[in-house]
């Protein structure tokens, strides 16, 4: 299994918070970035946010102030904390996992996150 896992989405009202989570292979070592984008019905995917081995991120826009990255690296997994979430954040939500190793990139099979008003 080299595809990373998440887990976590689901449906929530508006103002409401959840957690996804993403864990990478644990046969694979070398993990560099770890980051979290999101795709809505009819629109590009698009980057949510990035954590790199050093522990900088980096946030989208739109979610700077209301999500949180983060990351266990000897679970390695990588965490997206959402609060006061909003309809237009309902999407399907992937995980990304960036190797050392010739930059090779895993993505996850995506997980549904819907925000009803």
């Known amino acids: 299994q080299v595809q990373p896992v998440e887990s976590g989405g689901g449906l929530v009202q508006s103002g409401g918070s959840l957690r996804l989570s993403c864990a990478a292979s644990?046969?694979?070592?070398?993990?560099?970035?770890m980051d979290w984008y999101r795709q809505a019905p009819g629109k590009q995917r698009e980057l949510v946010a990035a954590t790199t081995a050093g522990g900088s991120t980096n946030y989208a826009e739109s979610v700077q102030g209301r999500f949180t990255i983060s990351r266990d690296n000897a679970k390695k997994t990588v965490y997206l904390q959402m609060t006061n979430l909003t309809p237009e954040d309902t999407a399907v939500y992937y995980c990304?996992?960036?190797?050392?190793?010739?930059?090779?990139?895993?993505w996850g099979q995506g997980t549904q996150v819907t925000v009803s008003s």
């Open positions: 644990r046969n694979i070592f070398g993990i560099d970035a």
């Open positions: 990304r996992v960036t190797y050392y190793v010739y930059g090779t990139i895993y």
